[in-house]
């Protein structure tokens, strides 16, 4: 049985939304998303690129808009922000997929891996705003990845613990 961080086993009864807290999930989800940047980072450097020095120029060259903390900041305000920060960059490691494509497969290859774990960030805010809006539970199959923040796409698993 798999095990989850708030409860002894994942049974219909527990789920996502029943039994982490918001703040958990979106700490979770804030550290792997720093885990994709890390994994960026050295790529871009290697191919020649360069990021701006100054963090606005940064995320203004970012697809996506900031996620700003909505006017009325209910958590189902703050939920549907954070979905659609994480259906924008599912678009764009999307596209990246798309660019690199048979061109570069080492690219390519880490930009599927974000792209996984995007899609999983999706499916747990669903489930967090299908709660809050609208009291159903829509499991989204959040377990204990290790520990907050691992980040299962991006890293290497490895046969055994010797290695």
């Not at 049974?11 to 979106?26: G, M, P, S, V």
């Not at 606005?56 to 958590?75: G, H, M, N, V």
């Not at 678009?91 to 930009?111: F, H, L, N, S």
Request: aromatic share 8%; proline share 6%.
């Amino acid at each position: 049985m798999l095990k989850i961080r708030c409860v002894d086993t994942i049974t219909e009864e527990n789920h996502l939304a029943d039994e982490e807290d918001y703040k958990e999930i979106t700490e979770d989800t804030r550290l792997e998303d720093r885990a994709h940047f890390e994994l960026v980072f050295p790529l871009i450097y290697g191919l020649g690129g360069r990021l701006p020095n100054d963090i606005r120029d940064f995320a203004d060259r970012a697809s996506c808009p900031d996620a700003d903390l909505p006017d009325d900041p209910t958590p189902e305000n703050i939920l549907e922000v954070l979905l659609e920060a994480e259906r924008c960059a599912i678009r764009t490691w999307i596209e990246v997929c798309d660019m690199m494509q048979g061109k570069d497969p080492r690219t390519y290859d880490m930009a599927q891996r974000v792209l996984n774990e995007e899609i999983d960030h999706e499916a747990w805010f669903i489930e967090l705003l299908s709660k809050e809006r609208d009291d159903e539970i829509n499991p989204a199959g959040h377990f204990v990845r290790g520990e907050p923040g691992d980040a299962p796409y991006l890293t290497n698993n490895r046969f055994n613990d010797s290695s």
